[in-house]
């Protein structure tokens, strides 16, 4: 299985971004992805998650009604729609795939993209 996230990129505050994670090698429709992020000298922190069906979506509240998750199991791709960004937004941003547990932990995952960094300038 294998995780591809891209996307970001430098963008100034109040900016939006649209990241997007492709998976071969496992078909996405049946499992929950989430999103999360790594700020310099911070721990990864968990953004957002999403259902398989799509219908269900959970984000951390510091994201809350200025990000939107989704996916298209046709193409196999989740994304992350990133508007109103702040510089403290600024974090390379990891798509993972959910096993078991608690969503919002790290260790509720088993396969994690590269990450692609976003950066937003003030």
């Known amino acids: 299985v294998q995780l591809q996230a891209s996307g970001g990129g430098l963008v100034q505050a109040g900016g939006s971004l649209g990241l997007s994670c492709a998976c071969s090698?496992?078909?996405?429709?049946?499992?929950?992805m989430g999103w999360f992020r790594q700020a310099p000298g911070k721990e990864r922190e968990f953004v957002a998650t999403?259902?398989?069906?799509?219908?269900?979506?959970y984000y951390a509240s510091s994201v809350k009604g200025r990000f939107t998750i989704s996916r298209d199991n046709a193409k196999n791709t989740v994304y992350l729609r990133m508007n109103s960004l702040k510089p403290e937004d600024t974090a390379v941003y990891y798509c993972?795939?959910?096993?078991?547990?608690?969503?919002?932990?790290?260790?509720?995952?088993?396969?994690w993209g590269q990450g692609t960094q976003v950066t937003v300038s003030s």
């Open positions: 090698g496992r078909s996405l429709s049946s499992y929950r």
């Open positions: 999403i259902s398989g069906s799509g219908g269900i979506a």
């Open positions: 993972a795939s959910y096993s078991s547990g608690n969503y919002y932990y790290i260790s509720s995952y088993d396969y």
